[in-house]
C-alpha cells in the first residue's frame, strides 16, 4: 500500500524558515515523479513544486520560485521542501504527491504550516 | 499560466441524480486534465486522468469526457459518498493549475 506521511509543519513568523518531509513507503520512490501541493485554509488546491525521479529537474510556482527548493533522498525514501522567507500568505496544508505523468496519483494527510507573527 | 475555470462553483443534487462539472481551459490542453475529489478535512483523491481514465478502483458511475480547453467530470447517479469538492487541474505544462472548485452538496 502507498503510503505518504508529511511532517515538518507547524507556526513560524514572517520570514523564517521550516523544512518540510514527506516519508514514503509502498512503492518504489526512485522511479516516482513526485510533487508537493498545499490548499490555503478554506480555499482550492494549489500545485508548488514537481520534481523528476533523480532530482535533475525541478519546477516551481512562480510565487515561491527562489524561496522554496524541493529535494529528494532516494536511499531515504524521503521527499523535502525547504521553505525560506516565509509569508502570511504561504499559511496552508502542504500535501506531498506521488506523480503519474502529470497527475497527482497519490496523497498524503497533509502538514499546517501556519506563517504569522 | 493556464486558467482553469469550473462551473458551477456550488451544485445542489440529491442521491440518484445524474451530475455534470464542467472545466474549461484558457489554452488548449489536449486530454492532459485530471479530476480530483476532496471531502472536508481529507486529502484528494484522484478520480480521472488523461480526461477520460478512471483511476483505478474509483466506481465506474465517474466518467470524464472532452478535450482541448473544454471538459465535464459526470457522475451517473449521485451517491451519499459522493458529496463533496470536485477540482479539474491541467496536467500539460507548468506550473499545474487547478480550477476554484465545485462543491456538490444536498
Known amino acids: 500500500e502507498v503510503q505518504l506521511v508529511e511532517s515538518g509543519g507547524g507556526l513560524v513568523q514572517p520570514g523564517g524558515s521550516l523544512r518540510l518531509s514527506c516519508a514514503a513507503s509502498g512503492f518504489t520512490l526512485s522511479s516516482s515523479y513526485m510533487s508537493w501541493l498545499r490548499q490555503a485554509p478554506g480555499k482550492g488546491l494549489e500545485w508548488v513544486a514537481h520534481?523528476?525521479?533523480?532530482?535533475?529537474?525541478?519546477h516551481y510556482v512562480d510565487s515561491v520560485k527562489g524561496r522554496f527548493t524541493i529535494s529528494r533522498d532516494n536511499a531515504r525514501n524521503s521527499l523535502y521542501l525547504q521553505m525560506n522567507s516565509l509569508r502570511v500568505e504561504d499559511t496552508a496544508v502542504y500535501y506531498c504527491?506521488?506523480?503519474?505523468?502529470?497527475?497527482?496519483?497519490?496523497w498524503g494527510q497533509g502538514t499546517l504550516v501556519t506563517v504569522s507573527s | 499560466d493556464i486558467q482553469m475555470t469550473q462551473s458551477p462553483s456550488t451544485l445542489s443534487a440529491s442521491v440518484g441524480d445524474r451530475v455534470t462539472i464542467t472545466c474549461r481551459a484558457s489554452q488548449n490542453v489536449g486530454i492532459w486534465l485530471a479530476w480530483y475529489q476532496q471531502k472536508p478535512g481529507k486529502a484528494p483523491k484522484l478520480l480521472i486522468y488523461?480526461?477520460?481514465n478512471l483511476e483505478s478502483g474509483v466506481p465506474s458511475r465517474f466518467s470524464g469526457s472532452g478535450s482541448g480547453t473544454e471538459f465535464t467530470l459526470t457522475v451517473s447517479s449521485l451517491q451519499p459518498d459522493d458529496f463533496a469538492t470536485y477540482y479539474c487541474q491541467q496536467h500539460l505544462n507548468y506550473p499545474r493549475t487547478f480550477g476554484q472548485g465545485t462543491k456538490v452538496e444536498v
Open positions: 488523461k480526461a477520460s
Open positions: 504527491a506521488r506523480d503519474g505523468s502529470g497527475w497527482s496519483v497519490s
Open positions: 520534481i523528476e525521479q533523480d532530482g535533475s529537474e525541478k
